[in-house]
């Protein structure tokens, strides 16, 4: 046990690691492994990697801005994860909306960003 005297800073080690680093550090350590699986469809982290860098080159030609928001309204699928990681690599900020949300929850959210 490290009780707070004996604690030394010098050992605390930080560095700073955005979520979708991971997901490139997966495709280019096993880029042949299966990143998802959603019902018959199956993803690689190669794959994976390619279509997420795509999706946020793609929405970053279209003007996102870092911290801009970015509604997904999608039920769980292969396509919304791309869309999740393709809006984290373009800089944006994801607001992840299940597709079974009734119309009136879905109106409040939406005027509330």
Do not use: W
Not at 7 to 18: A, D, G, I
């Amino acid at each position: 046990m490290v009780t707070s005297d004996k604690f030394n800073k010098k050992h605390l080690v930080f560095n700073p690691v955005l979520i979708h680093d991971y997901l490139s550090h997966s495709a280019a350590t096993y880029p042949r492994k299966t990143a998802l699986i959603c019902g018959k469809d199956r993803l690689t982290y190669s794959e994976l990697e390619r279509k997420t860098n795509s999706l946020a080159v793609s929405l970053i030609k279209l003007g996102l801005k870092r911290q801009n928001r970015v509604l997904i309204f999608s039920d769980n699928s292969i396509e919304a994860v791309i869309a999740l990681y393709g809006v984290l690599k373009a800089g944006g900020v994801f607001v992840m909306l299940n597709g079974q949300l009734k119309a009136a929850k879905l109106n409040y959210i939406i005027n509330d960003l």
